[in-house]
């Protein structure tokens, strides 16, 4: 405060008469019209006006006779308006010129102060001379800032003296505890309250939570290593016992049937109720099958169970996949020729992908193995490569049969879930070899899919070219 009043304090006072000149100026303009300005009558009046504001006055006619003047001795204004009318006073800065008056700070011979004048012309033609001292305005700022400064050294040594006792007694050892309070409530308990020199009700309750932090701490950890071990426990005990359920029901309702068939052929067998050996062929033959279905689906069980689990450990290689569908392929020739299937492997080319070859043998196989059994009108199986993704191959498998409803499509990768039970039954299929599709591509991050297409269904997945590898535009 001292500061902006040693600053402009001076500069305000000045700029506040040279607004009260401006108003004198007004007013004595409105009592010059209105008639209210001149005469005895109005005399008291005036001066009144004048002691008011501060200032000195002097109203001259054109022939330089005073007309109204303030208390001031009017031979000295007198003598003091000729000076500014017709002297030619360089020391004059003019502070604000209008067409009916100026406002200018100057000094006069006779005296050794700064005045600030407003020399201006009446509505009537009569001369206005107005002044006041600059000197008394700085003296009574040096004053005020005198004052004003003395009392702000007062304040702020007061105010410092009792904020110091009040924040070194209460506020900051206050403000510690909070501060620490919220540490803890983060479950931050490395803070520490440490008690001041002399001591009191606050470092007591400091001590508290001191002890309190410790002892929250500790429950806590122990709480924590409780709560995982238990959550961990819970989880293991939750997936074992899911896992072991389904297990046990699917694979029971999927063993019914062909120990059903076994047991009755077998038994038929050991009765000698065929007696000649073409018929007790066809039974042992189908024994063998329904063993052969049991088996493959014990094995498919056990590879997908591995997959889900996470207990799959994939080794990652560069190979040629085209080698591997040709394999696969001449691994089931013999169902190819006995349903009288057209095969085409359309833009085929080599091409070496960076997988797990054993994981997507498994994916390749279902896929044929699913064409095969489900492949009607006109028996085509076609797979195809698609190399429109950079760095990725689609390999898709079509087989000319029926489109799967809407309601199954998106089920079809459930494990058991079979969209046609008659077919499935009729080929043996045991609803888990696309469950086993869906677990090995989400282990190796791939993406996987189906679609029904014009005259059939195609199936697809995709891989990971092999660095370096080369794709013919042609394929």
Not at 198 to 225: F, W
């Amino acid at each position: 405060m001292s500061v902006l009043s040693a600053c402009f304090l001076g500069d305000y006072y000045i700029l506040q008469k040279r607004k009260d000149l401006r108003i004198i100026y007004d007013d004595l303009s409105e009592r010059c019209v209105n008639g209210t300005l001149y005469g005895p009558d109005n005399t008291a009046e005036t001066a009144a006006y004048f002691d008011m504001y501060s200032v000195s006055c002097l109203i001259t006619g054109a022939d330089g006779e005073p007309l109204v003047s303030s208390n001031t001795d009017s031979t000295l204004l007198l003598n003091q308006l000729n000076y500014a009318m017709f002297s030619n006073d360089e020391s004059v800065e003019v502070i604000k010129k209008t067409d009916s008056y100026q406002i200018f700070t100057q000094v006069y011979p006779d005296s050794s102060e700064d005045y600030l004048v407003l020399l201006g012309l009446l509505p009537d033609g009569n001369i206005l001379f107005v002044r006041t001292t600059v000197s008394a305005l700085n003296h009574m700022t040096s004053i005020t800032n005198k004052f004003f400064i003395f009392m702000a050294i007062i304040a702020i040594l007061f105010t410092a003296f009792i904020g110091h006792i009040v924040m070194a007694r209460f506020t900051s050892p206050l403000i510690n505890l909070i501060d620490i309070t919220k540490r803890i409530a983060n479950f931050d308990f490395e803070a520490r309250y440490k008690p001041q020199h002399i001591y009191n009700e606050i470092d007591d309750l400091g001590e508290h939570i001191n002890e309190m932090s410790t002892t929250l701490k500790r429950a806590i950890s122990q709480l924590r290593v409780a709560n995982e071990s238990l959550k961990h426990d819970l989880e293991v005990r939750e997936e074992t016992e899911n896992m072991r359920k389904e297990f046990v029901s699917n694979v029971s309702h999927e063993l019914k049937t062909p120990i059903a068939l076994i047991q009755g052929y077998a038994e038929g067998l050991q009765e000698g109720i065929m007696e000649d050996e073409n018929s007790r062929q066809i039974y042992l033959d189908i024994i063998l099958d329904e063993a052969n279905k049991m088996n493959r689906l014990v094995r498919e069980m056990l590879i997908l169970n591995q997959l889900e689990a996470g207990q799959m450990s994939i080794d990652l290689v560069d190979f040629d996949v085209t080698e591997m569908i040709d394999s696969i392929v001449d691994s089931n020739k013999i169902n190819f020729e006995a349903q009288n299937i057209t095969y085409n492997f359309n833009n085929k080319c080599e091409c070496y992908i960076h997988a797990d070859e054993f994981l997507v043998e498994q994916v390749i196989t279902n896929f044929i193995s699913n064409a095969i059994h489900y492949v009607m009108n006109g028996n085509v199986i076609n797979v195809s490569y698609d190399f429109s993704k950079k760095g990725k191959v689609r390999i898709s498998v079509f087989n000319s049969g029926n489109n799967i409803a809407k309601k199954d499509i998106k089920r079809i990768w459930e494990k058991f879930y079979k969209a046609d039970k008659a077919r499935s039954r009729e080929y043996g299929g045991s609803g888990i070899g696309l469950s086993v599709v869906k677990a090995t591509m989400e282990l190796l991050h791939e993406k996987y899919g189906v679609e029904n297409v014009t005259d059939g269904v195609e199936f697809w997945c995709e891989f990971t070219l092999a660095k370096d590898t080369k794709i013919n535009k042609n394929s």
